[in-house]
């Protein structure tokens, strides 16, 4: 089955950082956007950045935006998120997820993603 697959996750405390990668094997990442999302248990996944198929255009929730910094390595097939600053709500499983390259949904829309990993958890505590 073709997916994504996420690594990095783990436990920090709060203020602390961590980086995430997204990365897949038999799945070409480079010629589409690619979006990271979040859940947190009993919660909605939602988006948290989203990164154009160049790199040239990047976006981020207001919850994370000046904390956290996406970017992209074509020809690596990855894609990464660093996270600073970490708060206890940022703990959550991440997802990364690959962009269909068709469609008008928001880029924060999970129906706007084709194929998903299987998420990396993320705890921030004391």
């Known amino acids: 089955q073709l997916q994504l697959v996420e690594s990095g996750g783990g436990l920090v405390q709060p203020g602390g950082s961590l980086s995430l990668s997204c990365a897949a094997s038999?799945?070409?990442?480079?010629?589409?956007?690619i979006g990271w999302f979040r859940q947190a248990p009993g919660k909605e996944r939602e988006g948290v950045s989203w990164?154009?198929?160049?790199?040239?255009?990047?976006d981020y929730a207001a919850s994370v935006k000046g904390r956290f910094t996406i970017s992209r390595d074509n020809a690596k097939n990855t894609v990464y998120l660093q996270m600073k600053r970490l708060k206890p709500e940022d703990t959550a499983v991440y997802y990364c997820?690959?962009?269909?390259?068709?469609?008008?949904?928001?880029?924060?829309?999970?129906?706007?993603?084709?194929?998903w990993g299987q998420g990396t958890q993320v705890t921030v505590s004391a």
């Open positions: 038999d799945l070409t990442l480079a010629n589409y956007a």
């Open positions: 990164i154009s198929w160049s790199g040239g255009r990047v």
């Open positions: 997820a690959r962009d269909r390259g068709y469609g008008n949904h928001d880029i924060f829309d999970v129906l706007r993603y084709g194929y």
